[in-house]
Every structure is written in C-alpha cells, then in structure tokens.
C-alpha cells in the first residue's frame, strides 16, 4: 500500500491497522517499510484483513491518510447436495434456484447451462437469469426445456468460476396447454446509487404468452441515459444525474392480464469540496480562521485534525494566533458513500520587516494612465508603511483632507471617483502599494517604500520610467460575408519606440488561437504597428463581435469591429408531437437562427426501431412545407410503430444542422393488413395435421396482442375450422384429432389478427395430414460379420404399405450407450445393407425400425454381432528380389500374428505401374510370387496379409526394368499420413 507525501524535512512514516499502531520490528516475517509504502508479505486473513491508514510527520506536523481496506476474496463451491426436480407443466412459468455460495466480494456475475457445458442459455423474451440473485426464470415452459440445468457463479476479481448440482427440470405434457396473465416474479427494490455511476433494474414475469415488458419513469420521462435490454428485462441507466431519481415502473403484459410494479431510484453523492484549507503563513497574535465547505448526499459531515490528533468544531476560529497554533491541519468530510481530506500547514510567526524577497521593482507606466508600486515586505506583526519621491516624503501630503471631500450631497461612486481623480494622483494603499493616476513625465524618478514595527525597520527602492500611450490609429470595421468567404479585419496602432507591441485578436471576449485554428484564421504581418486578421472560408461559427487589442509591457488599447456570416439556417428547436393517428402524427417546431437569409422551406425526416440510424425524408401534408411554416403533418406511416422525427431548414445559402430528434412517439395501432406467407405443412404423428407458415415481421403487427387465426377443412368439406395462435413469433400449429384419416386432403388459410382487427387471409394452401404410424417391426434380423469394422444385415421388409424407409441403430454392448449408437437410413425398397466403422473385436447389438411422416415404428428384436479381430499391424518384410530372365521372383517373411489380431490366411500382392492406384492383384498362400518385367518401365510391388479381419499393413518394392529397390514398410496409418501429406501439397 503506497503512502507518500510531500516534505521539508523528509517525513517519517508510521502505518495504523483497525486504530492500533503497526510494531513493523516485532513481525519482520510479514511487515516491511519502503520508503513510506507498506509491503505485506504472506498476508494472512484473520490477522492482516482490516482497514489502514499511513501517519507521514515531520518537526512540522503530522497528516493522516485516507483509509484503506484489506480484503481477502473467495468463492465457495456449492453445496454438494443433490437438487430436486421441477416439474412443471407446459404453459406454466418456471423458477430454478441457483442459491449461490458463500463470496466476496459480492459482484457475482451468473450463467445457466443445459445438460452439459459449454451449452449456456441465451436469455430472451421467454428466459431471464437474474444477475442479482443468480435464479433462472422461464416465462413459459415448453417441452424443449426438458434437461438438467446447473448455475455458473464467476468472481471477476478473483478469476474464478463454481458449478451448482444439476436440477433436472421434467415439463409435464398438457392435452390442452392453458394461458395464464402476466406475474411479475423479478422486481427490483428501493434502490440508492451514486451520480455518476451506472444502474441496472431488473424485471420479469411468468406467462403465456409470454409477456412484453415496457418501463417508464412515473411523474416524468425516462432520462435521455436509459437504454432497455435483455429483451426487455433490464432498465439500464448510464452515468446517473440526481434528476434521475425518482419513481420507475415495469409493466408486464400479455393477452391474459396485466401486472405493475414501482420502486424508488434515490442518487445520492460521493462527498466533494465547495471550498476548502491552503496553507498559510499568519503573524503572531493575529486573528485567523480555517473554514471547510463540501457537498454531497447524504450532507457530508465535517471533522478536523490537528498533527493527525482529533479537534471540536466545524471551523477552526483563531482570534489571537500563539506559536502553539502552528501545524498540519486536516479538515475531513464524509458521508457513508466516501471521504475526502484536505491538508494545510498554518505556520505563526515574528520577525522585523525585510525587502530580501521581494524588494521594490523598477516599473513602467504609460503617460496619462496609471501605476501601482508595490511595497510588500515579510514582517510580523504587521508593519507601518510611508513613501517617498527621491527626498520627498509622500505619505501623508498625498492623501485628500476630510475638507476637500465634503459636498452638501452624498456622491455617487461614479462621482467620488471623479472627485478623487480631480483632487489628488497619489495613494497609498491599505496593503501599503502606492498608486499614481494621470502618469506625467514628471513622475519619472526614485520611489522608496519605508516599513517598520516593534521588531525593527526596512526600506527598499525602486524607479519610474514614463512611456508615451499605446493609440489604435486604423480601426476595423464592420463587414458582411457569406458561408465560405473571405474577411479582412484591419487594425493598426502607435506606440512607444522603446517598447514591442503585440496584437490579440478575440472573438465576443475569448482569444483567438492562431495556431490551433490556423485553418481559419490568419495574421497577415505589414509593419511591426499592423495586425490585420485574415478570416478564411468563414463559418457561420465566426460571425461575432471581433476586437483587437494592441498590448505592449505597459499598457492596452482595444478597438472592436462586427463581422456578419450568412449562411444555411440553423437547426429548428422544440420539435414535438401535438397529434397522430394510425397513419398520421402532426408536428409543432420553433424557428431557428435565419443567419441573415430567409428560410424557403422545411424538410421532415423520421427514423424507427426497424431502420435503426437510418433517416428517411417524410411524406408531408401540406408536400411542400413553407419557410414561414412551423407546423406540419407526416403521412404514410405504419400503424403501432415508435417513431422518431426532426425537421431541417433550408435557404437560398443552403440546407442547415437538422433538429434535435423529437421524443420517441408511436402511432395508433390499426387492423393488420398482411397475411402470412408461405403456407404449408403435412406430415407429423399420426391422426394429427401440422400446419406451418412464416411469421409476420414485427412492423407488420400494427397493434398490440398480435396472432394468427389458423383455418382449416378437408378439401370435400364445407365448414371451416378455426385456431387461434396468440404467440406472433409462432411459425407452426399442430391440430390433433382421432377423426382424421391418415393422408387426407386439406385446404389451410391463415390471417393475422390484433386488439384492432381481423387482417386478410393468405391464398389457401393444399397440405396432407399425416401418415398412419407403423405398427409393425422388422422381422427374422439376421447379419454376420464381414472384418473386424464392417457388417452385412438383412430382415424380413414390413407388410404395411406406408413405408419410407428404416433406420439401423448399432452399439457395443458393453462399451456404449445407446444414446451414443450409430445410425444408418434404409430405403424402404431394401431389406438389407452393409454397415462399417465399426470397432475390432466388439460384441455390437443391432436393431432395426421402419418410418414414414408420422415417425418412427417399434424396433425389431435385437441382434448381436462380433467383429473380427483386427489385421496384424505388422507388414511383411520382404527378403529377396530374384532375377530370371524377364521375370523377378519377389519372397518375404511370414507375418507374426499378436493374441489379439486375426490369423493369416494368405498374402495378397499388388502389381501395379508407379504412378497409378490399380494394378494386377493376386492372392497366394506362399511367401514368395514370380512377377513379369517389362524394360523402361518401374513397377510397384505391394505386398501384405489378409486375414477374416481385413487386410494388414503394406510393404513395398519398386521394380525397374532389370533392378529392383526396396521401399519402406507402411502401416495402414503410415498410408493414411502419405495421401494426407500429398494432398497438402
């Protein structure tokens, strides 16, 4: 922990843990000092946790350093109790508990995996994890929430991450999935946070449908630093004001009810100055306070230290300062969010006047103005002060008598200024400074300031030279320019020969920097007594009042100039929305800044949630919006949809800065007007028909409560039935019924509907409910084993005509689970097939099952098949190459086999030309083979062992014409490794 501190001497350094002094010599295992700082080593918790502060002293005083708190953080694992199952039926809401382990520091941070990680659930509409209490929320449970959830507590400042026990959660199948109202389950507290800070509220309800959330503040608008995210679900305010506080609301809503909630928003403040202590130096037996000011929320309290030692009072009140009073103070404001410190050093002393710091300087005054000569000497207690000019004394024949000054009326200030003007030029301050008004050249001399007190006496002299006033002799003048011109401002002034002159330009009160807006401005230097101002490609910023000020070491004379700019007109201000309907909203605006060029006409533009920060020109009514226009109305927009708007300003100089947005404002809803698209559906489980289509997009709603009225009947009937489907984001309705006939032709139209209306149908779509399930499974499945990863099956077909196809499911017995088995699809044409990758030497369990639309029929009785052993790894090690006339007789080892490898039933060799993948293949029992050669031409020889199992690894041989060479042995691995190498080339 650092503590420094500035010194003079060099300050030592004491530490204090929980009020009681560190002994740094008694625990040299743990406790170090480095020049102030403390170092802990092999801090340990229950003796080092606490809170510190560092006492720097010197001969002057002591200070106290703010505290610092030592903390050692944890995350406990959790409990290692099983958790119990939810059950829950589908359309009900759902809470799991992540209870999290004992922490700190407390910022915990949550996610929720599914079955296994990293599998997180991503919240939504429907799903929310609280970052509060850590608990997953589900707003309606439907059956793909099936599985085993478990809680991920992560500690930012430790780095570390815990895993809660699984808690299956079972959804229980309803015939008839019932809807329930909105119910708020999360709602954030009465909450107090710090200005500046950021905020987080958290709200969710259970329901079905799932409800939307919407926030406002009450009494107010939702401050310009909100944005809602987690689909709705978090309220985030950034960088909080105190007018930020408040009463905020959620609303949770669907077509089943409402519910409300509100809490308060208090912003309370970290404690900072208004005023506070500087050090000072005070002479003895003077009168002095020390005052301390700070705000902040709650109001901070204030308390003192003297040389680290507690003392009463708000302010510290000195009426007559003793030595005794010297030190380092400390003036201390705090509320329960911090505190601050401010440090002085109030130093008492005596001493006899002395100019050795600060003697009397030789000064320049400018004829007929003004000069003031300071005498200023260090004394304590203060010091009597007289003046004079060369051998002429000063002090009191300057000042005006009581006589001269007395008028039957009171003056005004004006007129007492005017007065002491008339009647004296010399006066000498209460501070001791001698002033001198209309400067004459006979003022030019010697001045000597004289200071004593009761410790002695001092004097220190200085001069004054008179210099001829600084006089502007070319004013500039008043200009007018347009957008993108040029201006000239000139200026021109006399002054004293002996001294420089410079020129400041500014622009209404404030300097203009010529090097940092060297882009528009520019000096244009014709004489040491010219500074004319080029302003190039003027902006509608640079039109002011210009002044010049000619400045030398002694005096200033300043002329000013107006320059005109005209340009595009400036944004409109106080646009709002005075009425809309479903199509329509009005707009009300003020007129902004013309910049000296009448407006011609308005443009409107808008922007909404689905164009993102995309602007877009508004149709208008009247089209063409007049320059003397401030009302308006935006037409063809689409109902129940946020809008925003801002209306820009245009003259014959060009289109100004557009307005500020307008408040977010949504149209009235009205009756839906598109239809949902591509309609179809078929298929599915038995006695059912399953419709689809593609859901409206969320700006087609036109109002809330949005859903889709499904209509459906068999292509010879007459009556139609209808469904509501009240979720919009549903793309599929599943009509269950024991009456249907398997395959039978349906007509299916869809509308969408809101609390407005009924929209248009869509056109009627031809579908097919499902098939009749199969009831029957294949029969007599029989198989063998082929090598050690590969099979033949085959079974009895199905007599049901309804078939698709089947589907091969295998798995090791002992080794897997039938979760994890492979699987083949069949045509329903074929009652056999072949199926590999299999493992060596394994017992495998086979079944076999018909399907069609409705899904998948009963499994075949189970059959076990037992791969092969595998092929030896070993490649035969070839031993001779014999020459005989046009042929080669090629022999090599017989092939060991291991215990777990098939036995070798022969060899087979390749014949082929280098460079191609087939060749001659012949098969013996032999370990030797006489093969042809042919002249100028390299063959490949390939030999390795065939078992039950399969074929072993490879050795080769290459044969040129009358030579022969050997290549290496390659594993079935090493082949692999080869083909893949090449391929890479």
Same mark, same amino acid.
């Given at each position: 922990?650092?503590?420094?501190?500035?010194?003079?001497?060099?300050?030592?350094?004491? &530490?204090?843990?929980?009020?009681?002094?560190?002994?740094?010599?008694?625990?040299?295992?743990?406790?170090?000092?480095?020049?102030?700082?403390?170092?802990?080593?092999? *801090?340990?918790?229950?003796?080092?946790?606490?809170? %510190?502060?560092?006492?720097?002293?010197?001969?002057?005083?002591?200070?106290?350093?703010?505290?610092?708190?030592?903390?050692?953080?944890?995350?406990?694992?959790?409990?290692?109790?099983?958790?119990?199952?939810? %059950?829950?039926?589908?359309?009900?809401?759902?809470?799991?508990?992540?209870?999290?382990?004992? $922490?700190?520091?407390?910022?915990?941070?949550?996610?929720?995996?599914?079955?296994?990680?990293?599998?997180?659930?991503?919240? @939504?509409?429907?799903?929310?994890?609280?970052?509060?209490?850590?608990?997953?929320?589900?707003?309606?449970?439907?059956?793909? @929430?099936? +599985?085993?959830?478990?809680?991920?507590?992560?500690?930012?400042?430790?780095?570390?991450?815990?895993?809660?026990?699984?808690?299956?959660?079972?959804?229980?199948?309803?015939?008839?999935?019932?809807?329930?109202?909105?119910?708020?389950?999360?709602?954030?507290?009465?909450?107090?946070?710090?200005?500046?800070?950021?905020?987080?509220?958290?709200?969710?309800?259970?329901?079905? !449908?799932?409800?939307?959330?919407?926030?406002?503040?009450?009494?107010?608008?939702?401050?310009?630093?909100?944005?809602?995210?987690?689909?709705?679900?978090?309220?985030?305010?950034?960088?909080?004001?105190?007018?930020?506080? +408040?009463?905020?609301?959620?609303?949770?809503?669907?077509?089943?009810?409402?519910?409300?909630?509100?809490?308060?928003?208090?912003?309370?403040?970290?404690?900072?100055?208004?005023?506070?202590?500087?050090?000072?130096?005070?002479?003895?037996?003077?009168? %002095?306070?020390?005052?301390?000011?700070?705000?902040?929320?709650?109001?901070?309290?204030?308390r003192w230290l003297k040389n680290g030692e507690p003392l009463d009072g708000k302010e510290m009140v000195f009426r007559n300062l003793t030595f005794e009073d010297s030190g380092m103070y400390q003036c201390i404001a705090e509320n329960p969010h911090g505190v601050i410190f401010a440090n002085a050093e109030l130093r008492v002393f005596d001493c006899?006047?002395?100019?050795?710091?600060?003697?009397?300087?030789?000064?320049?005054?400018?004829?007929?103005?003004?000069?003031?000569?300071?005498?200023?000497?260090?004394?304590?207690?203060? !010091?009597?002060?007289?003046?004079?000019?060369?051998?002429?004394?000063?002090?009191?024949?300057?000042?005006?008598?009581?006589?001269?000054?007395?008028?039957?009326?009171?003056?005004?200030?004006?007129?007492?200024?005017?007065?002491?003007?008339?009647?004296?030029?010399?006066?000498? &301050?209460?501070?001791?400074?001698?002033?001198?008004?209309?400067?004459?050249?006979?003022?030019?001399?010697?001045?000597?300031?004289?200071?004593?007190?009761?410790?002695?006496?001092?004097?220190?002299? +200085?001069?004054?030279?008179?210099?001829?006033?600084?006089?502007?002799?070319?004013?500039?003048?008043?200009?007018?320019?347009?957008?993108?011109?040029?201006?000239?401002?000139?200026?021109?002034?006399? $002054?004293?020969?002996?001294?420089?002159?410079?020129?400041?330009?500014?622009?209404?009160?404030?300097?203009?920097?010529?090097?940092?807006?060297?882009?528009?401005?520019?000096?244009?230097?014709?004489?040491?007594? @010219?500074?004319?101002?080029?302003?190039?490609?003027?902006?509608?910023?640079?039109?002011?009042?210009?002044?010049?000020?000619?400045?030398? !070491?002694?005096?200033?004379?300043?002329?000013?100039?107006?320059?005109?700019?005209?340009?595009?007109? #400036?944004?409109?201000?106080?646009?709002?929305?005075?009425?809309?309907?479903?199509?329509?909203?009005?707009?009300? &605006?003020?007129?902004?800044?013309?910049?000296?060029?009448?407006?011609?006409?308005?443009?409107?533009?808008?922007?909404?949630?689905?164009?993102?920060?995309?602007?877009?020109?508004?149709?208008?009514?009247?089209?063409?919006?007049?320059?003397?226009?401030?009302?308006?109305?935006?037409?063809?927009?689409?109902?129940?949809?946020?809008?925003?708007?801002?209306?820009?300003?245009?003259?014959?100089?060009?289109?100004?800065?557009?307005?500020? *947005?307008?408040?977010?404002?949504?149209?009235?809803?009205?009756?839906?007007?598109?239809?949902?698209?591509?309609?179809?559906?078929?298929?599915?489980?038995?006695?059912?028909?399953?419709?689809?289509?593609? *859901?409206?997009?969320?700006?087609?709603?036109?109002? !809330?409560?949005?859903?889709?009225?499904?209509?459906?009947?068999?292509?010879?009937?007459?009556?139609?039935?209808?469904?509501?489907?009240?979720?919009?984001?549903?793309?599929?309705?599943?009509?269950?019924?024991?009456?249907?006939?398997?395959?039978?032709?349906?007509?299916?139209?869809?509308?969408?509907?809101?609390?407005? #209306?009924?929209?248009p149908y869509s056109l009627p779509q031809t579908i097919f409910s499902a098939q009749d399930a199969i009831t029957d499974a294949p029969g007599s499945i029989d198989g063998k084993a082929l090598s050690a990863t590969e099979a033949v099956l085959w079974w009895f077909p199905i007599s049901q005509s309804n078939i698709d196809g089947y589907q091969v499911?295998? &798995?090791?017995?002992?080794?897997?689970?039938?979760?994890?088995? $492979?699987?083949?699809?069949?045509?329903?044409?074929?009652?056999?097939?072949?199926?590999?990758?299999?493992?060596?030497?394994?017992?495998?369990?086979?079944?076999?099952?018909?399907?069609?639309?409705?899904?998948?029929?009963?499994?075949?009785?189970?059959?076990?098949?037992?791969?092969?052993? *595998?092929?030896?790894?070993?490649?035969?090690?070839?031993?001779?190459?014999?020459?005989?006339?046009?042929?080669?007789?090629?022999?090599?080892?017989?092939?060991?086999?291991?215990?777990?490898?098939?036995?070798?039933? +022969?060899?087979?060799?390749?014949?082929?030309?280098?460079?191609?993948?087939?060749?001659?293949?012949?098969?013996?029992?032999?370990?030797?083979?006489?093969?042809?050669?042919?002249?100028?031409?390299?063959?490949?020889?390939?030999?390795?062992? %065939?078992?039950?199992?399969?074929?072993?690894?490879?050795?080769?041989?290459?044969?040129?014409?009358?030579?022969?060479?050997?290549?290496?042995?390659?594993?079935?691995?090493?082949?692999?490794?080869?083909?893949?190498?090449?391929?890479?080339?």
């Open positions: 922990m650092i503590c420094r501190a500035r010194a003079s001497p060099p300050a030592t350094y004491k &530490w204090i843990l929980d009020g009681a002094e560190i002994d740094l010599s008694a625990d040299r295992k743990h406790y170090a000092l480095s020049e102030g700082n403390l170092v802990i080593s092999e *801090p340990v918790k229950n003796k080092h946790e606490g809170r %510190y502060s560092c006492l720097a002293g010197n001969t002057h005083g002591t200070v106290v350093s703010r505290e610092a708190s030592v903390q050692f953080g944890y995350l406990d694992l959790f409990s290692s109790e099983e958790r119990e199952s939810v %059950y829950v039926k589908e359309g009900q809401g759902a809470v799991l508990l992540c209870a999290p382990p004992p $922490h700190h520091p407390a910022d915990l941070s949550f996610r929720w995996i599914l079955n296994e990680f990293p599998t997180f659930i991503p919240p @939504d509409k429907r799903r929310f994890i609280s970052q509060i209490t850590g608990n997953l929320y589900i707003s309606k449970v439907e059956a793909s @929430d099936s +599985g085993n959830y478990s809680c991920i507590a992560s500690s930012a400042s430790i780095s570390k991450s815990v895993f809660s026990n699984y808690i299956p959660l079972v959804p229980l199948t309803e015939r008839a999935i019932r809807k329930y109202p909105a119910d708020l389950n999360v709602k954030f507290p009465d909450t107090t946070t710090l200005a500046g800070h950021n905020i987080t509220l958290e709200c969710f309800a259970l329901g079905n !449908p799932v409800p939307e959330i919407r926030w406002r503040k009450l009494n107010g608008e939702l401050p310009p630093n909100h944005e809602v995210r987690m689909a709705g679900a978090h309220l985030h305010l950034y960088n909080v004001r105190s007018e930020d506080s +408040g009463s905020y609301q959620c609303e949770a809503a669907n077509s089943k009810g409402k519910d409300y909630h509100s809490a308060h928003l208090s912003v309370e403040a970290f404690p900072e100055w208004v005023e506070h202590i500087s050090s000072a130096e005070r002479d003895l037996g003077s009168a %002095y306070t020390m005052s301390c000011l700070a705000r902040g929320k709650p109001k901070p309290r204030i006899a006047p002395t100019f050795e710091r600060n003697p009397v300087k030789h000064v320049l005054a400018p004829r007929n103005g003004r000069v003031v000569m300071e005498c200023r000497p260090k004394a304590a207690p203060k !010091p009597k002060v007289s003046w004079s000019k060369d051998t002429e004394l000063l002090s009191n024949s300057s000042r005006p008598s009581e006589k001269a000054l007395l008028r039957p009326d009171p003056p005004t200030t004006a007129e007492s200024h005017t007065l002491r003007l008339r009647l004296f030029r010399m006066f000498i &301050w209460e501070d001791g400074s001698l002033e001198i008004l209309n400067v004459t050249r006979t003022d030019e001399g010697r001045y000597t300031c004289f200071a004593h007190n009761n410790l002695g006496k001092a004097n220190s002299t +200085g001069s004054l030279t008179v210099t001829d006033s600084t006089k502007i002799t070319l004013a500039p003048s008043n200009a007018d320019v347009k957008v993108g011109e040029n201006a000239r401002m000139q200026c021109g002034a006399s $002054h004293d020969s002996s001294l420089d002159i410079a020129f400041i330009w500014s622009l209404d009160g404030r300097v203009i920097d010529l090097d940092k807006d060297a882009q528009h401005y520019e000096r244009t230097l014709n004489g040491s007594s @010219d500074g004319e101002l080029l302003i190039k490609n003027a902006q509608l910023k640079h039109a002011g009042i210009y002044s010049c000020t000619a400045q030398t !070491p002694v005096d200033n004379v300043t002329s000013s100039a107006s320059l005109v700019v005209r340009g595009p007109p #400036g944004a409109p201000a106080g646009l709002r929305v005075t009425d809309k309907s479903n199509k329509n909203v009005t707009l009300q &605006w003020s007129r902004g800044a013309d910049n000296h060029s009448p407006i011609s006409k308005y443009t409107i533009q808008y922007r909404d949630g689905f164009s993102r920060d995309v602007w877009k020109n508004a149709a208008t009514s009247p089209a063409d919006i007049e320059g003397n226009a401030e009302t308006a109305t935006v037409v063809d927009l689409v109902p129940w949809t946020e809008y925003e708007f801002r209306v820009i300003a245009t003259n014959t100089l060009g289109t100004g800065t557009p307005s500020v *947005p307008s408040l977010k404002e949504k149209t009235l809803a009205s009756s839906p007007v598109v239809a949902p698209s591509d309609v179809g559906g078929g298929g599915g489980t038995n006695r059912e028909l399953t419709i689809t289509w593609t *859901p409206v997009q969320e700006q087609y709603y036109y109002g !809330p409560y949005f859903g889709y009225i499904v209509a459906f009947k068999p292509r010879a009937g007459v009556e139609w039935t209808q469904v509501t489907v009240s979720d919009p984001r549903a793309g599929r309705y599943v009509h269950r019924d024991p009456s249907i006939a398997p395959a039978t032709e349906f007509v299916v139209k869809i509308q969408a509907y809101n609390s407005k #209306g009924e929209g499911k295998y &798995w090791r017995k002992q080794e897997d689970s039938e979760g994890g088995a $492979h699987k083949v699809v069949v045509s329903g044409k074929e009652n056999h097939t072949r199926v590999d990758g299999m493992k060596p030497d394994s017992l495998y369990l086979i079944e076999i099952r018909g399907y069609n639309s409705a899904g998948y029929g009963p499994a075949s009785e189970r059959l076990e098949i037992h791969t092969k052993k *595998p092929p030896p790894g070993q490649a035969p090690r070839i031993i001779s190459k014999k020459l005989k006339g046009k042929s080669v007789n090629v022999a090599w080892e017989h092939v060991e086999t291991l215990a777990n490898e098939a036995p070798v039933d +022969g060899y087979k060799v390749l014949y082929r030309p280098q460079g191609q993948s087939t060749g001659t293949l012949y098969m013996t029992k032999w370990r030797h083979i006489e093969l042809p050669l042919f002249e100028n031409e390299t063959y490949v020889v390939e030999v390795r062992a %065939y078992t039950e199992g399969g074929d072993g690894a490879v050795s080769q041989i290459f044969i040129t014409g009358g030579s022969a060479t050997a290549a290496r042995p390659l594993s079935a691995l090493g082949l692999l490794l080869v083909a893949v190498l090449c391929l890479n080339l």
